[in-house]
């Protein structure tokens, strides 16, 4: 039995992958059902690596119906609010947006009844022995560590850790933005914003249903981040528009009529090119293998991993080393050259030449 720890996107596409070519697996997932909690925004999914794993999972009609229409827009804001740039959503399909949750719930009913095992978190790894907090203990053929950044699974492989990049994350969002919020509806526009300058910026997403998701960026060292107290809502929204001061009132509305508490995202990453000797009946995918900078890339390269291996596995029947041996030798290439695109585009959206960066790369 092929054994899967962690039920995002990479995990779950590996799981429907063996499905379609009729090899069992079992998902393993921490949280207690799949309404645990939300999934997180919308994802831009790529022809050449995300569209490609929901095509080899057999999915990729019932993925064209979840795309929100629009979503492909892009608008480049000055502080004050000028725009420096606006792509409108030219319909190609290249990229289109799609929720996660979404995604995520058109991946889990594809499965067979009972193949994700949820309340099921990983807590240790004895010989091939997988330990979980509940008490359980499976013995596992083989194991893919598809439980992102902070993996249980990776210390197998590698000694190497996710390390801080000198920046944070703070989300928001505003619901009814037309009705409830037009001029901050207006400064985002139909698809994605960004008003950047170097180590700050303010960059939002319209979901469906008129939703302003909002991903406050700040580079800041980690205590910085340490001194507020995120548990006070309102303080901390002030804490944070505070480094804003000056900008649109129609942008920092977007920190301080938030109608979630703010939400704290440290930004980790591995090394660039991340690697490690082959362990037998071990490997990994997505963040667990090769966490980045955010550059729209992860949720696609997870899903692309995930179908990759499935396929390797299928093509190699009886033979798992030989799958594993193939499908890292192709990802540790692909680990690289990602990787140091995406510490590339995280330079150009927040680094010394910004917004120019980001106006020549949109363009």
């Known amino acids: 039995m092929i054994s899967i720890i ?30 645990a909690r939300t999934q997180g925004g919308q994802l831009d999914i790529h022809e050449h690596n995300g569209q490609l794993a929901l095509r080899d999972a057999g999915l990729f009609d019932e993925f064209r119906g979840l795309i929100h229409a629009g979503g492909e827009a892009w608008r480049l804001l000055a502080p004050d609010g000028a725009v420096l740039l606006d792509k409108p959503d030219e319909g190609t399909g290249h990229r289109p947006e799609v929720l996660r949750g979404e995604l995520r719930h058109l991946l889990l009913d594809s499965l067979p ?4 095992q ?35 699974v990776r210390p197998l492989l590698s000694e190497a850790k996710p390390e801080y990049t000198g920046t944070c994350f703070i989300e928001t969002y505003l619901y009814d933005a ?23 910026g303010i960059q939002a997403h319209r979901e469906a249903n ?26 901390a929204s002030a804490r944070i528009a505070a480094e804003f001061e000056g900008w649109a009132p129609e942008l920092t509305a977007l920190i301080t009529d938030g109608e979630t508490p703010p939400v704290l995202r440290s930004i980790h990453a591995l090394p660039i090119g991340h690697r490690w000797d082959r362990v037998p009946g071990v490997t990994l995918i997505g963040d667990a293998a090769h966490l980045m900078p955010p550059n729209g890339e992860g949720a696609n390269l997870a899903m692309y991993d995930g179908a990759e291996l499935g396929k390797a596995i299928a093509a190699h029947p009886g033979d798992l080393e030989a799958a594993f041996a193939s499908f890292e030798q192709a990802l540790f290439v692909r680990n690289a050259e990602e990787g140091a695109e995406a510490a590339r585009d995280f330079e150009v959206v927040l680094g010394a030449n910004t917004p120019q960066s980001l106006v020549d790369l949109l363009r």
């Open 113 to 116: 009844p009972g193949t994700v």
């Open 178 to 200: 037309d009705n409830r919020h037009p001029a901050s509806a207006a400064a985002v526009g139909t698809g994605a914003m960004a008003a950047v300058i170097p180590g700050k």
């Open 6 to 35: 962690g039920a995002g996107l990479g995990g779950l596409v590996l799981a429907r992958v063996l499905h379609v070519n009729g090899i069992e697996a079992t998902v393993y997932e921490a949280e207690p059902s799949a309404a």
């Open 210 to 235: 008129a939703v302003l998701h909002t991903y406050v960026a700040l580079s800041k060292p980690l205590d910085w981040f340490a001194a507020i107290d995120f548990t006070d809502a309102p303080s």
């Open 118 to 152: 949820w309340g099921h978190k990983l807590s240790a790894v004895h010989s091939m022995d997988l330990v979980f907090d509940n008490g359980t203990t499976v013995s596992a053929d083989a194991l893919v560590g598809a439980d992102g950044a902070w993996s249980r």
